[in-house]
Every structure is written in C-alpha cells, then in structure tokens.
C-alpha cells in the first residue's frame, strides 16, 4: 500500500506532548560557558544617539562584553531584500530598537547590564501610521502598478458607481517559540549556528556578511520551530548574527533568546494596510471595472515588503473576474518595527479590499451579498487582471455549489432573517465567502529545492531536504514522499535536521511551497536511488528493470511476489558492486515569470480554492459576537497527508479568525507598542471555537503537474476565515437599514458595537426623511 495519502500523525507528535521534542534553545544545557546576550532598547521612535557610555555595564558582575558597531568586522547590516538595517545604527528608527547588546555569564547579567548602559538621544519626528507617511510622502518603494483595460472610461459610463476606503490592521505572529539562536564553534572552527529560522541558507548569508568570512565557513542549522508563520522567514537573521558575532568576539558560546515582550516589540507584524477603491457595475451587480490602490505600513526598513504588496495586488481579484482593472501600490516608511511576512503574505489584504466593494455594490442595489458574489465568478479561460490563466477556474463554482448544499445554506438563510425579525437586541448573521490563492515564490528564483538521500548498508535512509519543519508537517510528507518511493515503511527512513552543509542555496520555507518543492527533490533523488538499485534487482530476477517492484520494505518481480527479497539485501549487492547509495535531488517549477514594469506574466504556478460558511450571534448592547458554526469546502488536491491536512485548514481558519475579529495592534503617541503580551493582547483560544465546524475536502481534485496530485495547504485556508468578517457585518446590517454597512477591521466587538451605532443611526434618519 502507498504510503502517500496515508493519515498518519505529525512526525514529532510524540515529541510535542512528552516535551522530548527539542527547539533550539533546548540545546544551551551542551554549552559549558555559554553566553546569554540581552539588548540595551531605544525608548524612542525615533531619535538620534547622541552618546553611548557602557562602562557602568561592563563593571556588573557576570557581564563580559557589549557589542557596538565597532566590534562588526565585516558589513555592520542584516537586511534581507535591501541593505536597509544596520545591526548597530546611530539613528534610531522604531520603538525598542536595539542600540547595543550585552554579553553575560547569566541572563540575569546581561539584563542587568543591560540597564546600566547610559545613552542620550535626540529625539526626532515620528511617522506612526499609513496616512502620515502619504502625507509626507515617507516610501520605501516607488509605486507599483497592474493595468488591465481602461477602468476609469468603464467606469464613467457603468449604471452604478461607488468608492470608499478600508483600513485593514496587522497581526502578531505569536508564535510559541520566541526567537531563539544559538552560535559556537565545531572541532573544525567552523561556525554553527542554531537558529529558529524559516531560511537557513539567508541566515548563513547574513552571518557570514556581518563577519566578514566566506559563507563556506558558516553552518546554520534549523532543528525545528515552535511556530514561524512567516515571522521567522527573515526576522531570524538579526538574532543569530548577533549571537555569532558574540562568538567571534569571545570565542564563547553565545545564545539568544527574546522573551515573548521583547519578541513582541522588537519584531515585524502582519503588514497593516490602507485600501481606497472606485468601482463601476451594473443592475445585476456583476463589476465592470475597478480602481484599486493599496498602501502597506513597511515598518523601518523594507525586508519583505516589496513581494508582500505584489501578491496583495495579484490578490486584489480574489475569485472574481473585474474585466477593466487598475490596482497599484506603495509601501510606506514609518517608525516602526519593520513589517514582515504573515502567513497569506499580503494575499488576505488584497482580498479584504474586493470582498469590502462586492458586499458594498450588493447593499447598494439592495441583493443579497452571496448572490453579487456569485455573479461575479471567474469562469473556464478568463485571465486574472496580471494576465494568467485562471486555470481551472470551474472548481470556483462546484466548491462554492457543494458547500452551499452540504451547509444547508438557503435554509439556514431564512432561518436567520426569522430570528432577526422577532430579536431586537441580537442579531444573526449569514455569510460564504471563497478563497482563489495563487501558489508559488512570485521571485521566480525562489521556486526551486535541493534533496539529499543516503542509503545505508543495513536498507535504513537518512533524508535531507531544504525546507524547515515549524510545526506544518512537512517533515512528515517528506517521510511518506521517501518511503513511498523507495518502497519503505516509514520507520525506515530517517529525517535529518535542515542544514547548510547538506543542501546549499535553498529557499526560504514560506509561500505555501514548501511541500511541492521539497517533495519533488525528495522524489527526484530516491528514484535515483531506486533506479540504480533496479538495476542490481533485474540481475538478480532475470527480468528488466522496469519490471521490478518496490513495496513494503521488499524487492519482487512484477506478478512474483513469492520472490521477493528483503530491501537491504539488494543495498547490500549493490555496495558489493559499487554502486552509489546516495542521491541528490532536484527541482525548479517550471514557467514562472513576471515583469513588474509590464504589470504582466504568470507569477503562480496553479491556485488552491476553497470556501467557508460561517453563522455568528452580534450583542446589540455591546458589539460582543459569537461564532455559532462553520463548515469549509477546502481544495487541497489528493491530500499526501490528510490529518496533517486537516490541521492546517483547521489552524488557518482560526488563525484568520483571530486576524479578523479580535487581534487588535496598538501603538501609544509615541510609538511604543502597547499590546505587548497576551494580557493586552486577545488571541483566539477554545472559546472562540463553535460548537459546529464541519471541515471536508473537495473530491476528485488531483491538480496536474504537482508531486502526487496534492496542493499547498499552508496560506489559502487563513482566508476562509473573510466569511466570519463578512458574517458579523450582516449581524450588523440587521440592526438598521444602512446602504453601507462600515465595519472595522479587525471586526472587534468595540468595532462592532460602533457599527451597530451607525446602521441604527441611519434608520433613525431614514425614519425622520420619511416622516417628513
């Protein structure tokens, strides 16, 4: 039996409950002499370093050294994109920006050391949000734009027209494992570093940039993460060059570990944005152009913040076909932590703003929002507004028909404006939103991944791959792609920590790829390694190779199977004929292209569907809503992995619906960051689960040219959780009769109570013109 397709549990899910699984930190208790390093943090958003004074922290007991620019022996800069963020800088560019680092025997050293570094600023103007840096004109990038048609012609002659705008707010990865990097030294006087990354090759890159060695020098390895979701995909590299900076300087030990206040301070969020929008359509709803222009708050220093905005505007369609389309962008400087990737990588940002303009043009000609949606399908051979192929554009409408069946939505329709009409105090709210997402890196270069496989005497595998392991489960779909293809049981095969050392060059675990990358190398290096031990086999038979099978840790004749031999014994022959027992492998997706001059190509190699009904309960006296049920209709292709499948979908959603009703961002007058923990800060939590979620994948979805029909899983299903959004706003509409019905986001109960104020403020003015 395959082993692809198999619902087996996570690779590590023992580990995870035992606590035998170990993260990097777990690591220190090897160390003897080990170095804890803690940050001296600006108290200012922006400010000028007048004077810096570390000799009161250099006299505390335990601390050992404090690290300046002037101890960097290479490039004193840790930017990823662009080399924007010096490690050390005499301008200060964001609240709890680190000035210096403090080395100490104990943490509780360094902090205190820390605290006793004396600095002087002059303190300078702040941009904190995204109009003032419109305003005073404060970019990272020159404006970026799509072009399809002449939208603003289209628009003038459309029967119906409307504009607004959106704000949309960031997120806190909270992830539960801090950043975290350790740096020492192997018997060779290489540099290893462990570090929670999400790129280790990057990691490398930056290491060896700021000491000024080769990178061949530099070993980085991830052993796995606890929870990454694009906040350690190039966040990460600041910390581990620290940590080896503090080694080369020491010939120390040195770790690095934020505790989860400074985590929060001093990392990136979920890219808040501004959407203004101008759309032109006709009595039936269906859009015949749009103009649409996004700003995204970049933070500090630009890191990811160019290919986040794109695929914001390649998403700016979502499901739906906008024949006249203009969509532009623009990140904005402002003095904050630098903005980074969040899982969806500015996809839901893009999408928010199109679903925002369907539900308004359906309130304006008085349908049901459902059915404007619906109307505006792409259907088999449209193209998105970038030019690509809406490939198998029809699984839009069967997803979207068979969870409309299977949730019982026109039922439970009318059951809601029932309970409307006779509640006057709580309303219900209704809604079925779906999901295109676009898989691939849109950095052509990124699409590709490297594979090591050994195969040792005994018939037991050691398997490397690129991709890092942060709880996704992709370690396990490697296992099953490896066992699977060299006819194995699982146990068999060994999967090795990620490192440098093994497979050079690779690309960062993000994009929703790291499965159809990974795998298809994984994949390529074992039929290697299969082909040449066939060879050995078809010797041994008396057959031709291809008529040799691979099944079940055995190796047998087709139709023979009383032949059949164990796996290790055909190793072993083919060690005996020196035969090669170790494999590279391979892959680069194939046609990806974009010119973003042309605002035209074919960024994403195939998309993932999906769609989510989610029912809630509003409170008309508070705003405070309630999550009643949600069933999912999700395409994930033939799944390799369903229970790790399952999770992500499950994980996604929630993870979206924390986004979208209840995490809320805040930052002071002064730029500090206020929700600094989850005290301040509300997440999700078994609370918020409904007591009804029905989750089931699309059937018959095998997608073509992928590894074994399957699709990502990892970002498409963040954005079922729009549905929930969309749902409160019709609890909301509920309570008066407003043409628009202005909802913040995220949709908190605060943000929804106002918006009950102001629907119920517009019948009461609507009552008083018709009485007049």
């Known amino acids: 039996m395959t082993e692809v397709g198999k619902a087996i549990p996570h690779e590590s899910a023992r580990g995870h409950v035992t606590g035998s699984a170990l993260y990097t930190d777990d690591l220190v208790t090897r160390f003897p002499g080990l170095l804890h390093a803690w940050p001296v943090q600006a108290p200012h958003a922006h400010a000028r370093v007048v004077s810096l004074d570390t000799s009161a922290a250099e006299k505390v007991p335990g601390v050992v050294r404090v690290l300046g620019a002037a101890d960097v022996p290479g490039d004193?800069?840790?930017?990823?994109?662009?080399?924007?963020?010096?490690?050390?800088?005499?301008?200060?560019?964001?609240?709890?920006?680190?000035?210096?680092?403090?080395?100490?025997?104990?943490?509780?050293?360094?902090?205190?050391?820390?605290?006793?570094?004396?600095?002087?600023?002059?303190?300078?103007?702040?941009?904190?949000?995204?109009?003032?840096?419109?305003?005073?004109?404060?970019?990272h990038t020159e404006e970026f734009r799509i072009l399809r048609g002449k939208p603003s012609e289209v628009m003038a002659r459309a029967p119906h027209r409307l504009s607004g705008e959106l704000h949309i707010g960031g997120q806190e990865h909270f992830y539960l494992e801090t950043q975290a990097a350790l740096a020492y030294s192997d018997e060779a006087e290489q540099i290893v570093v462990q570090s929670s990354t999400q790129h280790p090759s990057e990691t490398q890159d930056v290491v060896a940039r700021v000491l000024g060695v080769q990178k061949h020098r530099v070993t980085v390895q991830s052993l796995r993460m606890g929870g990454a979701f694009g906040g350690k995909e190039s966040q990460a590299n600041p910390y581990a060059a620290v940590a080896a900076?503090?080694?080369?300087?020491?010939?120390?030990?040195?770790?690095?570990?934020l505790?989860?206040?400074?985590?929060?301070?001093?990392?990136?969020?979920?890219h808040p944005f501004l959407g203004r929008f101008e759309a032109g359509f006709d009595d039936s709803g269906k859009l015949v152009g749009a103009r649409i222009a996004l700003f995204s708050d970049g933070g500090w220093s630009l890191d990811l913040s160019s290919p986040v905005l794109w695929r914001g505007m390649f998403h700016s369609d979502n499901s739906y076909l906008v024949p006249d389309m203009e969509v532009t962008g623009r990140v904005c400087l402002t003095h904050k932590a630098s903005s980074t990737a969040f899982r969806g990588f500015g996809g839901p940002q893009g999408m928010l703003v199109i679903e925002e303009i369907?539900?308004?043009?359906?309130?304006?000609?008085?349908?049901?929002?459902?059915?404007?949606?619906?109307?505006?399908?792409?259907?088999?051979?449209?193209?998105?507004?970038?030019?690509?192929?809406?490939?198998?554009?029809?699984?839009?409408?069967?997803?979207?028909?068979?969870?409309?069946?299977?949730?019982?939505?026109?039922?439970?329709?009318?059951?809601?404006?029932?309970?409307?009409?006779?509640?006057?105090?709580?309303?219900?709210?209704?809604?079925?939103?779906?999901?295109k997402f676009g898989i691939s890196f849109t950095t052509a270069f990124f699409n590709q991944a490297g594979a090591l496989v050994l195969v040792y005497q005994d018939g037991s595998v050691q398997l490397n791959h690129g991709g890092t392991e942060m709880g996704q489960g992709?370690?396990?779909?490697?296992?099953q792609i490896a066992a699977d293809a060299l006819g194995l049981p699982p146990e068999s095969v060994r999967l090795m920590p990620t490192r440098t050392d093994k497979v050079p060059n690779t690309s960062a675990t993000a994009a929703s790829s790291g499965s159809d990358l990974n795998g298809a190398a994984v994949k390529d290096a074992c039929h290697t390694l299969r082909a040449r031990l066939a060879e050995i086999a078809a010797q041994e038979f008396g057959v031709n190779p291809d008529d040799v099978v691979f099944e079940g840790g055995k190796v047998f004749p087709l139709g023979d199977g009383h032949k059949a031999r164990p796996f290790a014994d055909i190793v072993?022959?083919?060690?005996?004929?020196?035969?090669?027992?170790?494999?590279?492998?391979?892959?680069?997706?194939?046609?990806?292209?974009?010119?973003?001059?042309?605002?035209?190509?074919?960024?994403?190699?195939y998309f993932a569907y999906g769609a989510a009904v989610t029912e809630v309960e509003v409170d008309g006296f508070t705003g405070q809503h309630r999550v009643r049920r949600v069933d999912i209709l999700h395409?994930?292709?033939?799944?390799?992995?369903?229970?790790v499948d399952r999770g992500q979908v499950e994980g996604g959603f929630f993870q979206g619906l924390g986004w979208l009703l209840m995490e809320e961002l805040v930052w002071d007058d002064s730029g500090r960051f206020a929700t600094r923990g989850a005290s301040t800060y509300k997440l999700p939590s078994l609370g918020e689960c409904p007591p009804v979620f029905n989750l089931h994948?699309?059937?018959?979805?095998?997608?073509?040219?992928?590894?074994?029909?399957?699709?990502?899983?990892?970002?498409?299903?963040?954005?079922?959780?729009?549905?929930?959004?969309?749902?409160?706003?019709?609890?909301?509409?509920?309570?008066?009769?407003?043409?628009?019905?202005?909802?913040?986001?995220?949709?908190?109960?605060?943000?929804?109570?106002?918006?009950?104020?102001?629907?119920?403020?517009?019948?009461?003015?609507?009552?008083?013109?018709?009485?007049?």
């Open 572 to 605: 072993k022959q083919a060690y005996l004929e020196r035969v090669p027992l170790s494999a590279t492998g391979y892959y680069r997706t194939p046609d990806i292209h974009f010119d973003e001059k042309a605002g035209h190509g074919k960024p994403f190699h």
């Open 259 to 270: 505790s989860r206040q400074l985590d929060m301070v001093m990392t990136g969020k979920r």
């Open 474 to 479: 992709l370690h396990t779909k490697m296992l």
């Open 697 to 772: 994948f699309m059937e018959r979805a095998a997608e073509s040219g992928v590894i074994h029909g399957s699709k990502a899983v990892g970002e498409p299903p963040f954005m079922l959780a729009i549905s929930a959004r969309e749902a409160v706003r019709q609890a909301v509409s509920a309570f008066g009769k407003a043409q628009t019905v202005e909802l913040g986001c995220p949709a908190t109960p605060e943000a929804a109570y106002f918006a009950i104020e102001r629907v119920r403020g517009a019948k009461a003015k609507s009552g008083r013109s018709a009485a007049e």
């Open 635 to 643: 395409d994930v292709g033939d799944s390799m992995s369903p229970l």
């Open 76 to 139: 004193n800069d840790t930017g990823a994109a662009r080399h924007d963020e010096p490690l050390f800088s005499p301008e200060i560019m964001f609240h709890g920006q680190p000035v210096v680092w403090v080395l100490g025997e104990t943490e509780e050293a360094a902090r205190l050391g820390a605290f006793a570094v004396e600095v002087d600023y002059e303190k300078l103007p702040a941009i904190l949000d995204i109009e003032s840096a419109i305003a005073e004109e404060s970019f």
């Open 245 to 257: 900076l503090g080694l080369a300087l020491t010939g120390r030990p040195v770790r690095v570990r």
């Open 358 to 435: 369907m539900d308004r043009v359906a309130r304006e000609l008085g349908l049901p929002p459902h059915v404007v949606r619906e109307r505006n399908f792409y259907s088999e051979g449209d193209r998105t507004h970038y030019g690509q192929l809406v490939k198998d554009a029809g699984r839009i409408a069967r997803v979207w028909a068979e969870l409309r069946k299977s949730s019982d939505f026109e039922a439970r329709w009318a059951e809601v404006e029932a309970f409307n009409a006779s509640h006057p105090h709580e309303k219900r709210g209704l809604a079925i939103t779906p999901v």
